[in-house]
């Protein structure tokens, strides 16, 4: 079983920035994909971001592209989100995920899932 702990969520103005960090545990995920993905009140939760078990390849909706980071540290078992120049749409509550198959959009391909966090962007 693998743990996923999200941290990083709070209240930002549009503009500005947040990092978001997931810490994983029970068992190394170095050789899992990892995601993340958002969810908006009333709304399915999205696809936002993804990258191979060994950090060389990552994915993006077109949404953030340009604007967020992924990145892991398999040293450390983690894996954050950088975001920059935040939006009022970019609010909802952010969840990391682990898969045992290739990168993909789908939730479906997500075999662990963390709590999520909440990040809340003002205008």
């Known amino acids: 079983q693998v743990q996923l702990v999200e941290s990083g969520g709070g209240l930002v103005q549009a503009g500005g920035s947040l990092r978001l960090s997931c810490a994983a545990s029970g068992r190394t995920v170095t050789t899992y994909t990892m995601g993340w993905f958002r969810q908006a009140p009333g709304k399915e939760r999205e696809f936002v971001a993804a990258?191979?078990?060994?950090?060389?390849?990552?994915y993006y909706a077109d949404s953030v592209k340009g604007r967020y980071t992924i990145s892991r540290d398999n040293t450390k078992n983690t894996v954050s989100l950088q975001m920059i120049s935040l939006k009022p749409e970019d609010t909802a509550v952010y969840y990391c995920?682990?898969?045992?198959?290739?990168?993909?959009?789908?939730?479906?391909?997500?075999?662990?899932w963390g709590q999520g966090t909440q990040v809340t962007v003002s205008s």
């Open positions: 990258i191979n078990w060994s950090g060389s390849s990552t």
């Open positions: 995920a682990a898969s045992r198959y290739a990168p993909g959009r789908n939730t479906d391909q997500y075999n662990y």
